[in-house]
């Protein structure tokens, strides 16, 4: 059954001249089937640089939206189009303006995980990944708004040392993870090196080792002589952990890190993405425009290695 769906997903790929990307939160099979997996920034970069004529992102919307105002002769489609991220949609940019007017003189950086109407607002935009580079490469005397994830504006304030003016939007799926979750895989394993993802809450964040973006982490387990990791991110980030290291043991941090949105993308959904175009991401002009600008400026600040 899945292999009659995935020759016919390879078929329609080539006659589309499709590139599938996923993120590295989706589902196995589907992190199996794509051309290319990584996290926010480098499905950014990806997106921006592909020949490709149709883009099919295994993701949610906001990915889908970046990938657009990245590559606009492209066709973009989100193979369910209810796949979205709450933490994009807890603030508007209605409400972004409103805070734009309460601090006049601050420049607004915000976290990719944003709707591109936030984007446009907004004077830079970085990812989990660069989030501390994009803030340090800003006058220390500038002030900041930092919109919408306030645990990972909590992360960037604490690495640069920086006041940051803060948004209370949160990732419903990270939070859920608890200081209780980490501490009895901890006494399990007392050997294993915790990981952990900034959108943790703060006292999750405490009790990790490291703190790392999905693909950061990929990169960290790849030279670490650890052989037991502890994770406190989405659970779909264990698929890519154990194909770098298949030697080492991944741990989840409980069972409550499961992001329903990246789980809405299923072979089904990509083949009828695929056969139908659908559903195809736009973004009005206008905003394209504006947003464009605070991703390049994202794309172009890389995190430090
Ligand atoms: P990364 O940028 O680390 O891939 O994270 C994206 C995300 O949605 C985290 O919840
Ligand atoms: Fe959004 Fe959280 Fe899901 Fe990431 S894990 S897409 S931040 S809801």
Redesign the pocket.
């Known amino acids: 059954m899945n292999q009659r769906i995935l020759n016919e997903i390879r078929e329609l790929k080539a006659k589309r001249k499709a590139v599938i990307l996923a993120?590295?939160?989706q589902p196995a099979e589907i992190q199996d089937l794509a051309d290319f997996c990584?996290?926010?920034?480098g499905?950014s970069i990806k997106a921006s640089k592909t020949d490709a004529e149709t883009i099919v992102f295994c993701g949610?919307r906001f990915m889908a939206e970046t990938a657009k105002i990245l590559s606009p002769d492209k066709t973009v489609i989100l193979p369910d189009r209810w796949a979205g991220?709450p933490?994009a949609d807890m603030i508007t940019a209605e409400q972004l303006r409103g805070l734009k007017q309460k601090y006049p003189g601050a420049s607004v950086v915000c976290y990719?995980?944003s709707t591109a109407q936030v984007k446009a607002e907004s004077d830079y935009c970085c990812?989990?990944?660069n989030a501390v580079e994009v803030v340090n490469s800003l006058p220390r005397d500038q002030q900041i708004i930092f919109v919408p994830d306030q645990h990972l504006g909590k992360f960037i304030a604490e690495k640069t040392g920086r006041d940051l003016i803060l948004w209370p939007g949160y990732?419903p799926?990270?939070i859920l993870i608890s200081e209780d979750d980490v501490k009895r895989a901890r006494h399990v394993h007392p050997e294993a090196v915790v990981l952990a993802?900034p959108?943790c809450s703060e006292p999750v964040k405490l009790l990790a080792d490291v703190l790392?973006?999905?693909?950061?982490m990929l990169t960290f387990v790849k030279t670490s002589p650890a052989k037991q990791f502890i994770v406190a991110?989405?659970v779909g980030m264990i698929h890519p952990l154990k194909k770098v290291r298949p030697d080492a043991e991944f741990i989840p941090a409980g069972t409550r890190g499961v992001?329903p949105n990246?789980k809405k993308i299923t072979l089904e959904k990509v083949l009828a993405s695929l056969t139908n175009l659908q559903y195809e991401v736009t973004v009005p002009e206008d905003i394209r425009l504006k947003a464009k600008k605070s991703l390049e400026r994202m794309v172009e600040i890389l995190p430090e290695k």
């Not at 990584?38 to 920034?41: K, M, Q, T």
């Not at 790392?212 to 950061?216: C, F, R, V």
Request: charged share 10%; aromatic share 4%; glycine share 6%.
């Open positions: 993120h590295n939160y990584g996290d926010s920034l499905l949610v991220c933490m990719v995980n990812t989990s990944a990732c799926t990270h993802h959108e790392l973006s999905t693909g950061q991110t989405e992001c990246m």
